[in-house]
């Protein structure tokens, strides 16, 4: 049995190093996923409750050669949002270390159990439908991202293509396995026949730096806020020697920051790509050559291999003068079939047909690249005018004020990591001036850290509760 995508070329090579030192071969990883493949029933429905660790991978991979449609969920996610996701979906069966009991006790790997739910309902489930995943948001959601095999193989092979993935890189799992970021990493190298370090330290460990360089890892991920962290840990300071890429995507990230993380690496010898993407593409949409970013910061760069991208206007007219804002749109062989929100929507087929509508308006320059103007609906109507939501957040970013941005048509709210020299009604006052907003309808609420998801994104969930 084979997930689809997992490379045969080189069998007696690294493919999994973990943080004990344990290393698997690519001859040891199919064995290993066969094994535990037998455990598993074909086309049910499961769970698996984990983190950036062996018995994770190795389920998830298991998962897809045995045919069983797994459900990626952080260790992390809390018990009562994983008891409605339970409610929704009715899974056949969980596979956690959380040593809660979830039914029948089926098969153990490591600290990890497999427990089939003897009082599940067996879900009916598409064919084609080989991968679930909550939408960047919110790990708590009931709305689920549909993959299908051929997503999975078409983005690892796109990211393996333009990233120059060989057989001889080696990366980290810096990001958690459940986004499809992270997940991106782990498919792409493994279908190069590169080899992964399966690491859950942190970008703030010294384990981590410490694996990177015992192990001679050559590339590792980040969002905007792990960039945020490595510049405050001094990047051109860190001893990193056998790194020679970085990537970054996630999120917006501001452009000053994008050159600055680019120059430093420009001086270490690291290629730096920054790159788009949504889970609803099984991760990468968009990337900008390390070349690019010091005379185009902020842009997401051209679809990546296999992939195209355009603007539309409200009335569906393609957009093609430099300049003109619309709705960017994405087709590919990476474009889900499409959402659940329901068991019942497991049985659906592909209801994207291959085209992605992203919710994000963007522009075009006369090069090509694409720049991300905000979300389609991330915007406020105060007064009479059309504030968006990111153009507030990156006002304040070029002020030099880390914020994150919310509201009502009545009044703006803007979330402000708390500075010493810090004077609230200053900041009101200068932000309604950029906005054009009189400062009574702009609020201003101080915070230590801004909120974040295990993602890195900022979590305005939660700043809506904190309002």
Not at 171 to 196: E, Q
Not at 404 to 433: N, S, W, Y
Request: with cysteine; aromatic share 8%.
């Amino acid at each position: 049995m084979n997930p689809g995508f997992v490379s045969r070329q080189y069998p007696e090579r690294a493919a999994l190093i973990t943080e004990s030192g344990v290393t698997l071969t690519y001859a040891e990883l199919h064995q290993a996923v066969d094994r535990l493949a037998t455990a598993l029933p074909a086309r049910q429905l499961l769970f698996i409750v984990g983190g950036n660790d062996l018995p994770t991978v190795l389920c998830y991979l298991a998962s897809l050669a045995s045919g069983t449609v797994p459900l990626l969920l952080s260790s992390g996610l809390d018990q009562v949002q994983l008891n409605r996701l339970i409610d929704t979906y009715d899974p056949a069966y969980i596979f956690s270390s959380t040593g809660a009991e979830y039914g029948t006790l089926v098969h153990q790997e490591g600290a990890y159990g497999l427990y089939r739910r003897a009082d599940s309902a067996r879900v009916d489930l598409h064919p084609d439908l080989a991968l679930l995943m909550t939408t960047s948001g919110s790990t708590g959601s009931p709305k689920l991202v549909r993959l299908s095999a051929a997503n999975l193989r078409a983005n690892a092979a796109s990211i393996a293509e333009y990233l120059h993935i060989t057989h001889e890189e080696r990366a980290i799992t810096s990001l958690p396995f459940n986004y499809s970021y992270g997940l991106s990493v782990i498919n792409s190298h493994l279908l190069a026949g590169a080899s992964l370090v399966v690491s859950d330290r942190s970008l703030m460990d010294a384990a981590f730096w410490r694996q990177i360089n015992e192990h001679g890892v050559t590339s590792f991920a980040g969002v905007p806020y792990s960039y945020d962290i490595l510049l405050k840990l001094r990047l051109a300071r860190i001893n990193m020697p056998s790194v020679r890429t970085l990537t970054q995507a996630g999120g917006r990230m501001d452009a000053a920051k994008l050159r600055q993380v680019s120059e430093i690496c420009r001086a270490k010898g690291i290629r730096f790509f920054s790159m788009y993407g949504q889970t609803e593409a099984t991760a990468r949409i968009a990337y900008l050559n390390p070349e690019e970013i010091e005379h185009k910061a902020g842009s997401i760069g051209r679809a990546i291999p296999g992939g195209r991208l355009w603007l539309e206007s409200d009335d569906g007219r393609t957009i093609a003068e430099p300049g003109e804002v619309g709705e960017l749109v994405y087709a590919g062989g990476n474009v889900s079939m499409g959402y659940a929100q329901k068991a019942a929507d497991l049985a659906l087929g592909d209801l994207n047909g291959g085209t992605l509508r992203t919710g994000d308006l963007a522009r075009i320059d006369e090069d090509g690249c694409f720049f991300i103007e905000g979300r389609r609906h991330r915007f406020l109507k105060i007064l009479g005018l059309r504030i968006s939501l990111d153009a507030v957040e990156q006002i304040a970013a070029d002020k030099g004020f880390a914020c994150a941005a919310k509201g009502t048509d009545e009044q703006l709210v803007i979330h402000v990591v708390d500075k010493p020299d810090f004077v609230a009604d200053e900041f009101r006052t200068a932000m309604a001036k950029s906005l054009g907003l009189h400062p009574s309808v702009v609020a201003v609420s101080r915070l230590p850290e801004l909120p974040r998801l295990p993602t890195g994104k900022v979590d305005y969930q939660c700043l809506t509760q904190l309002s």
